[in-house]
């Protein structure tokens, strides 16, 4: 993906080449690219703080990067930045520079950025160069956690926080947690213009425990690709961000089937890249019972035995049975008749035996 930080000044910028998903670039002091990535050699501008493995931010806003930003961050580590913002607000987070170990599922070095401060939902996590957009938490509070194996290292990261109202508008606000029975949620600047490059929202869909939700989309233009690589959406059961419980990414001008939920929480993450844009979508969700499963009994029969006066008009074998040879008899099972030796050991013409029950000493 693509940024360039506006802060860097014009004369004689230089640049670091990254890899270029399609090829296609325009370098320069202003220029921006398509399908391709860009990202500052120079260092950061003077009067950062000095970074350090996690801690506790509060205020209206302020900084978080990886530890020595921006030199290289240091292998096997795990840190962790609790931010706060004054109740009644929501923090608002933006990526200004980002360069970890590059890998498509983000296994190795990465960043994780949740809602709240533990690490129950999960906004989104990041790797390689792509700058996410803006990051809303549904409340005061947020939660970012950078993780390095013990191979391959970048520059790290740096971001800004910032407070914000919780209806606040504009053309990068999104996302939060949805509580009503039924509701709507959109991209920003819907149905006015384009959704905006360079967002992140996230839906957290929250209904009662013994309910499901039912979500649908009426209108939806993304950004097409064949494996919706830049711009998308992904619906996830439960509330966070885990490829193993996605239901679905979507992008095109074709709205998803309705979906429904397998649970009592879905999560919608919307995100946008540094180029081509289109006019967005609105969704609806709506609450419903879960199907409580029914069990039809089936009908139990009991067979009497029946008894009857009449008897047999052929008797039956009234005296215990022994083998003897070719069977004879249709009721006793092991009665035969007479003892004769086989054929094959005798050159004795066989006679024909009569099919007639015959009681044995």
């Avoid at 520079?97 to 989104?124: K, M, P, T, W």
């Avoid at 508008?169 to 920003?188: A, I, N, Q, V």
């Avoid at 039956?316 to 094959?344: D, I, V, W």
């Amino acid at each position: 993906m693509v940024f360039m930080d506006p802060r860097t000044p014009d004369p004689a910028p230089r640049y670091r080449r990254l890899p270029c998903s399609a090829g296609r670039w325009r370098c320069g002091p202003r220029a921006t690219t398509w399908r391709g990535s860009l990202s500052l050699a120079s260092p950061p501008p003077r009067g950062l703080p000095v970074f350090t493995c996690g801690g506790i931010l509060t205020g209206e806003s302020g900084f978080v990067g990886s530890e020595g930003f921006p030199g290289m961050y240091p292998p096997n580590s795990k840190c962790t930045w609790k931010i706060t913002v004054p109740e009644g607000k929501v923090v608002v987070l933006n990526f200004r520079f980002i360069d970890l170990e590059s890998d498509n599922l983000c296994r190795y070095d990465f960043v994780d950025v949740y809602n709240g401060h533990a690490n129950g939902q999960r906004i989104g996590r990041f790797c390689g160069t792509f700058r996410p957009g803006s990051l809303v938490a549904s409340g005061n509070k947020m939660m970012v956690q950078m993780i390095s194996d013990a191979n391959t290292a970048g520059s790290g990261f740096m971001a800004t926080f910032s407070a914000a109202a919780p209806d606040g508008k504009g053309d990068r606000y999104c996302g939060g947690r949805l509580e009503k029975p039924s509701g709507s949620f959109k991209t920003p600047n819907w149905p006015d213009r384009d959704y905006p490059v360079g967002v992140t929202c996230v839906w957290h869909i929250v209904a009662p425990k013994n309910q499901l939700i039912e979500l649908k989309f009426e209108k939806f233009d993304v950004e097409r690709d064949n494996y919706c690589r830049y711009d998308y959406v992904a619906v996830f059961n439960g509330g966070e961000v885990n490829d193993a419980k996605r239901i679905g990414k979507y992008c095109g001008d074709s709205p998803p089937v309705p979906i429904v939920s397998e649970r009592n929480e879905l999560l919608i993450q919307f995100l946008s890249d540094l180029s081509l844009t289109a006019d967005g979508f609105i969704g609806h969700y709506k609450f419903r019972p879960k199907k409580i499963p029914t069990t039809t009994a089936m009908p139990v029969t009991t067979t009497l035995p029946v008894t009857t006066g009449l008897k047999p008009t052929v008797a039956l074998c009234q005296q215990k049975c022994r083998r003897m040879g070719t069977l004879e008899s249709n009721y006793c099972s092991s009665n035969f008749g007479k003892k004769q030796k086989p054929a094959f050991l005798s050159n004795e013409k066989l006679e024909p035996v009569s099919l007639i029950s015959k009681a044995l000493p």
